[in-house]
């Protein structure tokens, strides 16, 4: 598959070129960044973004001050900033020790998706800066992330009404990205730290680091090295390195149980929420599931469909697991239709080790250079 290859110095015109400045990119001999979209067909979509200057974002800063940093991930500072008209956003910073070209192809690689996408759901990019360094500009944040409201042992639980709203507007923002955007999009990352909430706790998705475009023609990705983050990989992608869809399905179903649970996708003894919740889900216990924080206090129907989707979305084998278009069916109708959904008895799925049980962590449980979240107000 072609790539375009780019200059620093042709950056802004990386989401205008026509035929004519295609053709003449990639003739171009001084290479210095692979860029991340595949010469598959012209865009008939120019992305709304602006280009900053350096100036302008260094004085929304101040200047990069520590006192604005608000996160920091595998290969980048996000600092909160205020614009000349008022408005607050939060500028991702690539790391200045991140020399590593793999590190700034995947910076790029959000620029190129995100710069693309449109929808209530999904984080919205307001522009980008590429002087004196590679810089992403976004709205910010006012609540963080789903991960650093759910999981802050001193404030208040989160009710069940946002929960589930949660839940549901991420599961709409993820079905635009397989199915509602130009080129399907796999976004390899899904986890409750890369949901973000805007004012009225509305859902977006966020961090585009490890996303692929995958062509309409391919049925999957095979990559290598394996990134992302434990308990939340699906088995097929971490065992053989396959990314399609049913990747992003997978992690959706952890996610769903860590918003009905409130604990945390690995806990302390290294035991995955998948295989905690799966002998839950299969006694039908599922007030064994609720946070406990919510005291009872939830809706019994909705959680009830909430648990049987997760219990879809985490099966092992990815030919079992719904499509994200499916998924907002199981969730958001009235009639729960378990029966559609059951797998023949010679094709049943036996109790497998996909767990991390087993496996000692000594850090965090983010595998290999997977980007954490960072647009929020404070990193989880």
């Not at 991930?73 to 205020?82: D, N, S």
């Not at 649970?261 to 799966?278: E, Y």
């Not at 599922?286 to 939830?298: C, N, S, W």
Request: with cysteine.
């Amino acid at each position: 598959m072609p790539y375009l290859y780019l200059r620093k110095s042709s950056f802004k015109r990386l989401f205008s070129f026509s035929k004519e400045t295609n053709n003449t990119l990639r003739e171009e001999k001084i290479i210095e960044t692979k860029l991340i979209l595949p010469v598959i067909e012209p865009l008939s979509q120019k992305p709304t973004f602006k280009c900053y200057t350096y100036e302008e974002i260094f004085e929304a800063t101040d200047g990069f001050s520590t006192d604005n940093l608000v996160g920091r991930g595998g290969y980048a500072e996000v600092y909160r900033g205020v614009m000349k008209d008022g408005q607050v956003v939060a500028v991702k910073r690539l790391n200045r020790a991140a020399d590593d070209e793999r590190k700034e192809t995947e910076f790029l690689t959000e620029l190129g998706t995100i710069g693309h996408v449109h929808h209530p759901n999904v984080s919205s990019l307001l522009g980008c800066c590429i002087d004196n360094g590679l810089y992403l500009i976004f709205e910010f944040s006012l609540h963080g992330s789903v991960a650093s409201v759910l999981h802050d042992e001193e404030s208040p639980a989160i009710s069940w009404k946002l929960r589930y709203k949660i839940a549901v507007g991420t599961a709409r923002g993820l079905n635009y990205l397989h199915k509602g955007c130009q080129r399907r999009i796999i976004h390899r990352d899904i986890k409750a730290s890369n949901i973000l909430l805007t004012s009225d706790f509305e859902p977006q998705i966020s961090d585009f680091g490890l996303a692929k475009w995958l062509p309409t023609q391919w049925s999957h990705h095979s990559i290598h090295p394996i990134e992302g983050t434990l308990g939340y990989l699906a088995p097929e992608y971490f065992m053989h390195g396959i990314v399609d869809e049913k990747t992003d399905v997978f992690a959706f179903g952890v996610f769903l149980l860590e918003i009905v649970s409130g604990r945390r996708p690995v806990d302390g003894s290294h035991q995955s929420l998948s295989s905690w919740a799966k002998p839950i889900l299969n006694e039908d216990a599922l007030e064994k599931l609720v946070d406990p924080r919510l005291a009872g206090d939830y809706d019994v129907a909705q959680l009830e469909r909430l648990a049987f989707t997760a219990s879809l979305c985490i099966r092992s084998a990815a030919t079992w697991r719904p499509t994200m278009s499916e998924v907002l069916e199981v969730m958001e109708d009235e009639e729960l239709l378990k029966e559609k959904w059951k797998i023949p008895k010679d094709e049943e799925e036996e109790d497998e080790f996909w767990g991390f049980e087993d496996l000692e962590c000594e850090c965090d449980s983010s595998f290999s250079s997977s980007p954490l979240n960072s647009i929020s107000i404070s990193s989880s």
